[in-house]
């Protein structure tokens, strides 16, 4: 499964960004989804997830009420929708895909990893 997120850029605090996961599986329905990210010097951090099905999802303290997560099985695609950006959301995204139907917040349980897309917040 090779997965490319891509949306990333460079957007002023309070603004929005949608990131997408386009993923080369063939049976992309039956894989959990997740966002992390990783900003400089700090370790990689959960930032959301959702179930095979989209019915499922968790978001971490952080981004709750602000970033969304979400997919369509259809266009083998999982989506972040960020909205109220902050300064401190600056970092490199990485999407992942886990065999399991729901992964939630583990980084462990995923397999396969994205190549990361930067999400930039001026203040």
């Known amino acids: 499964v090779q997965l490319q997120a891509f949306g990333g850029g460079l957007v002023q605090a309070g603004g929005s960004l949608r990131l997408s996961c386009a993923a080369s599986?063939?049976?992309?329905?039956?894989?959990?989804m997740g966002w992390f990210r990783q900003a400089p010097g700090k370790e990689r951090e959960f930032v959301a997830a959702?179930?095979?099905?989209?019915?499922?999802?968790v978001h971490a303290d952080s981004v709750k009420g602000r970033f969304s997560i979400s997919r369509d099985n259809a266009k083998k695609t999982a989506y972040l929708q960020m909205n109220s950006l902050k300064p401190e959301d600056t970092a490199v995204y990485y999407c992942a895909a886990s065999t399991l139907g729901f992964a939630g917040g583990e980084p462990n349980e995923y397999t396969y990893w994205g190549q990361g897309t930067q999400v930039t917040v001026s203040s």
């Open positions: 599986a063939r049976t992309f329905s039956v894989y959990g």
């Open positions: 959702i179930n095979w099905s989209g019915g499922t999802t």
